[in-house]
């Protein structure tokens, strides 16, 4: 079954360090991937979306993505945080032509010390 | 514009209770879909609807769980005799092109 993985749980940085999330997904066929991040309080927003073409996706807020289909890796960056990053970090696939449906990593909290 | 709604936005109910949830799509908006995230099994899908295609139940964990969408907007998520163990917060959303929307969530206590 399809499924994703998301491997850090709880993330601590200091504001102005980089950041990187990981998220592998197990599909061998094609995929869009999508991270999401829900701020304390706040519902579900998507940060970026990949379907096909550049495997390097630029989101919102500083937020880039890179495709790396020869791992099945997924890994969410951005150069220097904020306090106001300060979140939950949802990896999500869904297989191509179906239904759409998402399948969600487990998570990531994120807490960026001012 | 105006996003996705979900009432209640809270609901305490107690086990063996039926209770109902409603979710408002964003106008225009083909897909409505129901997950559940709750603290042991993350964000769950449960049922999926697509214009007058037969929706995708596929996720729903139980008979018990049902859903309805009337003419092609709003939907109604409905648990009958309740458990503890379906206390989560239930999310709703929408798409027109695979990018889904989603709502504020209701959270769903039950005692």
């Known amino acids: 079954a399809q499924s994703v993985s998301q491997h850090n749980h709880h993330v601590i940085l200091s504001e102005a360090a980089s950041l990187e999330l990981g998220c592998n997904y197990s599909?061998?066929?094609?995929?869009?991937l999508f991270w999401y991040v829900q701020y304390p309080g706040q519902h579900l927003q998507l940060l970026l979306k990949y379907f096909s073409g550049d495997p390097l996706v630029k989101g919102i807020k500083g937020f880039e993505a890179e495709f790396i289909k020869s791992k099945f890796s997924f890994n969410l960056r951005k150069p220097s945080v904020q306090w106001s990053d300060t979140a939950e970090y949802f990896c999500?696939?869904?297989?191509?032509?179906?239904?759409?449906?998402?399948?969600f990593g487990q998570g990531t909290t994120l807490q960026v010390k001012p | 514009g105006a996003g996705v709604s979900q009432s209640p936005s809270n609901k305490v109910t107690e086990k063996g209770k039926d209770v109902e949830l409603r979710c408002d799509p964003i106008s225009g908006h083909t897909a409505l879909y129901w997950y559940r995230q709750s603290l042991g099994q993350g964000l769950e899908f449960l049922i999926y609807?697509?214009?007058?295609?037969?929706?995708?139940k596929s996720g729903l964990p139980s008979d018990r769980f049902s859903a309805e969408r009337t003419g092609g907007s709003v939907s109604t998520l409905t648990i009958q005799r309740t458990q503890q163990e379906d206390s989560a917060v239930y999310l709703c959303?929408?798409?027109?092109?695979?990018?889904?929307?989603f709502g504020p969530g209701t959270r769903l206590t039950v005692t």
């Open positions: 609807f697509q214009g007058n295609s037969a929706p995708d």
């Open positions: 599909y061998g066929g094609t995929v869009n």
């Open positions: 999500a696939t869904s297989t191509a032509g179906n239904t759409g449906k998402l399948i």
């Open positions: 959303a929408s798409s027109l092109r695979q990018q889904q929307y």
